[in-house]
């Protein structure tokens, strides 16, 4: 049991020994942890000033990600408003039996709401978030909770953060280790197929799973013999 406790102790330092700073930004963006989260189990898995130095890693590289989304959104704003002022430009210089057509209170008050959208509040959109306390969920909802149904009805509010959200959680998350993933390559670029280009080694490993899936076709180990119906459909 000692030498399986050490392999099991590389293993989770070997993955958990530097902050993963995806998943701890994953967890911030569900409104059920937030950094509450971050706070609470980082002093677990690092020592005080790990868990400091993670934990100020994590809430830098979401504000940087933050301005990332929101610089994009701040010049397609600039571009609508411009493009907007210029109509009106025009439309007001419209003559009409020598009088000029003037535009009404609606359009007027569409172009101050573009004026004031460009101008950045005091607190972020991030911030309000932060802020806010922790989404709390019913006793039997909590096992079927959707973060991403929560940023989706929660978009008005969140424009720039829904979007981030839900890049990031909409990443898939797998349970096999990288190097099983990728050692199927060997079984693939072999001697003989070694100038494949990558494209193909691709189409070879991608077209395999599809096929394997589309069969029902469990994948076999490399001690294992081909049946003949993996023999007929590889």
């Not at 989770?12 to 059920?32: H, I, Q, S, T």
């Not at 003037?102 to 959208?117: H, M, Y």
């Not at 839900?166 to 990443?171: G, M, Y």
């Amino acid at each position: 049991m000692k030498a399986m406790a050490l392999k099991m102790k590389i293993k989770f330092d070997k993955y958990w020994g530097e902050c993963n700073l995806l998943m701890a930004l994953g967890a911030v963006l569900d409104p059920r942890y937030k950094m509450t989260l971050i706070d609470c189990c980082f002093p677990e898995i690092y020592t005080e000033l790990e868990a400091a130095r993670n934990s100020s890693i994590v809430l830098q590289s979401l504000y940087e990600l933050y301005k990332e989304y929101v610089a994009p959104y701040s010049l397609v704003n600039i571009e609508q408003n411009s493009q907007q002022s210029a109509k009106e430009v025009c439309s007001s210089n419209v003559v009409l039996g020598g009088i000029k057509k003037l535009g009404g209170g609606r359009s007027k008050f569409e172009s101050f709401v573009r004026k004031a959208d460009i101008i950045q509040p005091v607190k972020s959109e991030l911030d309000i978030y932060l802020e806010e306390g922790v989404y709390i969920c019913d006793e039997n909802s909590d096992s079927h909770f959707d973060a991403l149904e929560w940023w989706k009805a929660i978009n008005l509010k969140f424009r720039i953060l829904s979007r981030m959200a839900a890049d990031i959680l909409s990443i898939p998350i797998t349970s096999v280790a990288s190097e099983s993933t990728f050692s199927a390559g060997g079984r693939v670029i072999d001697p003989y197929r070694s100038s494949l280009a990558t494209e193909t080694v691709e189409m070879l490993l991608c077209g395999a799973d599809f096929v394997h899936a589309q069969h029902e076709l469990k994948k076999r180990s490399e001690t294992e013999e081909p049946t003949i119906r993996e023999i007929i459909l590889p």
